[in-house]
């Protein structure tokens, strides 16, 4: 089948890694961010850096890494001694807004069980995307994207999409979370953080999504044989923010009847794609099978 060409090169360097369970949720989830961590910081081409550390014994913005083993990663409350890391990504100007946006305010992803997860890393060659999937028993539990917008509208000034998302049972890329105008991703507007959901092609039908009317999100096409790829596009109904804002590089809204892990082309030998919740994205265009368990 013929499949999109990706606008970006996506290196394969942290794809597939096991993280075991250590014996307690608590201990489970410090390896797995220490091992995202890792992961972000290594690529050879525009990695993220470290910009200041601590762990909750010696701390300072001082480019210092102070993550090196499990131990230094200390839970306390805000006012009590704990552990904290700031990245920059080098591929990208450096922000210069004067407050912040709160991505998650809690440990839905990274923490809850004591189990098997395989973690899978992306940052583009130019270190302008980074999206991560965190897979447990069979199932995307976790999922990150830090993003340059694609095919900005004029006016955006700050055309980036940021989004974190986890479950502790189930998917955690659904419709219904991507598709969210109040809980969805995030960016920067006119004035301060926006909302920006993720949409796929549509019809004025019923169903309206493509991805689920019968015989054409579910089937190939009967003129090419090809199965569809559904592009995904930005928009917003933030008050002064309101409308088309843009859409996502290298990333598309799966079939239905697609599973987490499979890939296209139909060859086992050129997996350039793989299905992750609602998302089809770049693989590795070689052998090399997705591992979501």
């Known amino acids: 089948m013929t499949v999109p060409t990706n606008q970006k090169t996506w290196p394969t360097t942290y794809l597939n890694q096991a993280v075991a369970a250590q014996g307690s949720a608590d201990a489970t989830s410090k390896l797995l961010i220490r091992t995202l961590k890792n992961s972000l910081i290594g690529f050879a081409s525009n990695p993220w850096t470290v910009r200041g550390s601590s762990n909750s014994v010696a701390a300072g913005m001082d480019q210092v890494d102070r993550w090196s083993a499990n131990s230094n990663l200390v839970w306390n409350s805000e006012g009590s001694a704990h552990s904290w890391i700031v990245l920059r990504q080098t591929g990208i100007a450096r922000p210069t807004a004067t407050d912040s946006i709160t991505l998650q305010a809690d440990n839905t992803v990274w923490a809850g069980a004591d189990a098997a997860h395989v973690l899978s890393v992306f940052v583009s060659s130019d270190g302008q995307c980074t999206r991560v999937f965190c897979f447990r028993a069979g199932s995307n539990n976790g999922f990150i994207i830090l993003d340059k917008a694609d095919n900005p509208v004029s006016g955006w000034g700050n055309p980036c999409v940021a989004y974190c998302v986890g479950t502790q049972t189930g998917e955690c890329v659904t419709a219904a979370n991507l598709g969210s105008l109040s809980a969805g991703a995030q960016g ?106």
């Open 188 to 293: 920067r507007g006119a004035a301060g953080g926006i909302r920006l959901a993720m949409t796929a092609e549509a019809t004025l039908g019923s169903p309206s999504s493509l991805p689920a009317l019968a015989g054409v999100g579910d089937a190939a096409n009967d003129y090419d044989s090809n199965w569809p790829f559904f592009p995904i596009g930005l928009v917003s109904t933030t008050v002064s923010n309101k409308g088309r804002h843009g859409s996502l590089f290298d990333a598309w809204v799966k079939p239905s009847g697609v599973s987490n892990g499979d890939t296209f082309p139909n060859d086992v030998n050129d997996r350039r794609f793989f299905a992750v919740g609602q998302f089809l994205h770049p693989w590795t265009a070689n052998s090399t099978a997705p591992v979501i368990t």
